[in-house]
């Protein structure tokens, strides 16, 4: 691969535009470096991306501006915020959408700072892996971008706290697995509600989305009384009252007749849907349940979705929702295996968390580039 000489264009912006949360020329050309680096670089580390210029400085330069300068990532990250907007594809409104989603980085090892150990519940086993939790603003063209971002950190009492900077150095003390997976879920509900109260303390638009991970009353009520529309997933083993009994959502989904279900309008495929005003255990308002069919004539369903508007048509309720999977699916489609999204090998938990917050920058940068409504195509296609 031809070593590169100059900075791209797309890259040029966000030096000019972010160059002043850097103390001097040095540090700003860095910079520059890093996000050339994670677009063009072949490997995503330190090292592969220092390797890629054709005139650099030492390696341990780069790294030591990752590590031990002291410049303010989230300084740089309200920046991003400030001009990102201004591009009217990526304008938010109303008919947008909020999902809100955590992802965990796999690290081998224990000499990382920040490290946990994760409930996996796609290998059903921990993991030591860092863990993050953001919030994505879709835009009405369909291009997401990341507007909230907490990295994580387990701490030995099961308490969380954010690691925005440095943590002190050494592992964290392993737990049961089970232990741990309730005190993760302690720990996200918490600060989601954090990252949900900062949304709307900026007035950013859209409903909020969460997978069944975070669908629950301690997160749903808040939203609820400030007047914010949500839309999450339900497991069919809860249990929901309907016809005065508590009864499992599975096992109400059977005792349905056919003539009860009702034809989704619109759509590549004709589903079917049960919708009824409903109350929960724990839950301070009403919530509307919508059941979810592959086919009209299908046996099972596919989906149990809850949301707090009880009025308005289903396909507000599937649109909104359908949010979640636009904007989390890409940016970790092409984050994880192009832009270096969990590829950084720096220990320190500046090392983490600065690399981060560059990913969401070119992310974002990739997003204001795009054509309008080329990003909504990205998840469901390969």
């Known amino acids: 691969m031809p070593a590169i000489r100059e900075f791209p264009p797309l890259v040029q912006p966000?030096?000019?535009?972010?160059?002043?949360?850097?103390?001097?020329?040095?540090?700003?050309?860095?910079?520059?470096?890093?996000l050339t680096g994670l677009l063009g670089a072949e490997q995503k580390t330190v090292s592969g991306i220092n390797a890629e210029f054709a005139q650099t400085t030492a390696q341990s330069c780069l790294n030591r501006w990752s590590t031990e300068v002291d410049w303010e990532a989230t300084q740089l990250h309200e920046q991003r915020l400030a001009w990102?907007?201004?591009?009217?594809?990526?304008?938010?409104?109303?008919?947008?959408?909020?999902?809100?989603?955590?992802?965990?980085?796999?690290?081998?090892?224990?000499?990382?700072?920040?490290?946990?150990?994760?409930?996996?519940?796609?290998?059903?086993?921990?993991?030591?892996?860092?863990?993050?939790?953001?919030?994505?603003?879709?835009?009405?063209?369909?291009?997401?971008?990341?507007?909230?971002f907490r990295r994580l950190r387990q701490r030995a009492d099961g308490e969380a706290q954010p690691a925005h900077r440095a943590a002190p150095?050494?592992?964290?003390?392993?737990?049961?697995?089970?232990?741990?997976?309730?005190?993760?879920?302690?720990r996200h509900t918490l600060w989601?509600?954090?990252?949900?109260?900062?949304?709307?303390?900026?007035?950013?638009?859209?409903?909020?989305?969460?997978?069944?991970?975070?669908?629950?009353?301690?997160?749903?009520?808040?939203?609820?009384?400030?007047?914010?529309?949500?839309?999450?997933?339900?497991?069919?083993?809860r249990k929901v009252w309907f016809g005065g009994t508590a009864r499992r959502a599975d096992a109400l989904a059977a005792q349905l007749?056919?003539?009860?279900?009702?034809?989704?309008?619109?759509?590549?495929?004709?589903?079917?849907?049960?919708?009824?005003?409903?109350?929960?255990?724990?839950?301070?308002?009403?919530?509307?349940?919508?059941?979810?069919?592959?086919?009209?004539?299908?046996?099972?369903?596919?989906?149990l979705l809850i949301t707090n508007p009880t009025p308005g048509e289903v396909t507000r309720v599937l649109g909104g929702y359908g949010q979640r999977w636009t904007g989390t699916e890409t940016l970790q489609r092409d984050g994880q295996p192009h832009w270096g999204w969990g590829d950084?090998?720096?220990?320190?938990?500046?090392?983490?968390?600065?690399?981060?917050y560059l990913v969401l920058l070119v992310h974002s940068l990739r997003m204001v580039q795009l054509r309008q409504g080329r990003a909504r195509a990205w998840p469901p296609s390969r």
């Open 257 to 303: 007749p056919g003539g009860a279900r009702k034809k989704v309008p619109g759509g590549e495929r004709t589903q079917g849907d049960f919708t009824k005003k409903i109350w929960r255990p724990q839950y301070t308002p009403a919530v509307r349940r919508v059941l979810l069919w592959a086919q009209g004539n299908s046996k099972e369903p596919v989906k």
């Open 14 to 34: 966000a030096v000019e535009q972010g160059g002043t949360v850097f103390a001097n020329e040095p540090e700003r050309r860095h910079f520059a470096e890093y």
């Open 192 to 237: 989601c509600c954090e990252v949900v109260a900062w949304v709307v303390e900026r007035q950013i638009p859209g409903p909020c989305a969460f997978d069944s991970y975070f669908t629950n009353a301690p997160l749903c009520n808040p939203l609820a009384g400030r007047q914010r529309a949500d839309g999450g997933e339900l497991q069919f083993n």
């Open 169 to 186: 150095p050494g592992g964290v003390a392993a737990a049961p697995a089970e232990e741990q997976r309730l005190a993760t879920f302690k």
């Open 84 to 148: 990102v907007p201004q591009d009217p594809p990526t304008r938010s409104a109303p008919s947008g959408g909020m999902p809100i989603d955590n992802r965990r980085g796999d690290h081998a090892g224990k000499l990382s700072a920040d490290v946990g150990y994760c409930w996996d519940h796609a290998e059903q086993r921990p993991k030591s892996a860092h863990d993050s939790l953001r919030a994505n603003d879709v835009c009405p063209s369909g291009k997401p971008y990341a507007v909230a």
């Open 344 to 356: 950084c090998q720096l220990r320190s938990g500046a090392g983490q968390t600065h690399p981060l």
